[in-house]
């Protein structure tokens, strides 16, 4: 198998983890990785803000407590705020579509990017799509109308991780083959 089936089989969201803080270069890498992932005429709509400061980082846990859930984060050491930026698309394509219409796709590739170069460094990392947006908002000091897209919680495991069965559709229900 290659290294990358294996880390994407490996790949978990991880939900316990270390007090043991994220080394800056690793985070740097993890962006280069988002940094390289395709996107709609390569417009990039994203910006990234990596909260690594031990004053900041549990006011951003505080944030993705909403509506009841997350309380696994508490104690997460660094986050990636994945942002949304307007695209900006080549003219012929503009003049067809939205400014907007691939651009959640091309952050979700950019998301996973960070998920699986965290993974390949020896971190976890969990998608958080749950939080208080206009508290996050407040707290990083963004724009009023500042688009989110995801925040991904990034830090050691707690324990060495163990890979869990993946709960997925199999694949026969979701590819045809013609
Ligand atoms: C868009 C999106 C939002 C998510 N939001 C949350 C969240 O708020 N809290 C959480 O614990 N997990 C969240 N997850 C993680 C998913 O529950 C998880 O990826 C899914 O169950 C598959 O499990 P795996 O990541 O371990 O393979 C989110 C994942 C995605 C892609």
Not at 68 to 75: H, L, M
Not at 79 to 108: C, H, N, T
Not at 110 to 134: M, N, Q
């Given at each position: ?65 909403h509506f ?67 508290k996050l ?30 709960l997925r ?10």
């Amino acid at each position: 198998m290659s290294d990358f089936l294996e880390l994407a089989a490996k790949r978990s969201s991880c939900r316990k983890y270390s007090d043991r803080p994220v080394e800056r270069e690793k985070l740097v890498k993890i962006i280069e990785a988002a940094r390289l992932t395709p996107s709609g005429c390569n417009s990039q709509p994203w910006k990234f803000v990596v909260v690594d400061d031990p004053k900041i980082a549990p006011e951003v846990a505080k944030t993705v407590q909403h509506f009841g859930v997350n309380e696994y984060f508490a104690n997460v050491k660094s986050f990636v705020i994945v942002l949304e930026e307007r695209a900006v698309l080549m003219p012929k394509i503009a003049s067809v579509l939205d400014s907007q219409y691939w651009a959640k796709g091309d952050l979700g590739a950019a998301t996973y990017a960070i998920t699986l170069a965290a993974e390949s460094l020896g971190l976890g990392t969990c998608i958080i799509g749950v939080f208080d947006r206009p508290k996050l908002t407040q707290l990083l000091d963004l724009p009023k109308d500042q688009r989110f897209f995801l925040i991904v919680a990034v830090g050691y495991p707690e324990t060495e991780k163990e890979a869990r069965p993946k709960l997925r559709k199999p694949l026969e229900d979701i590819v045809r083959f013609v």
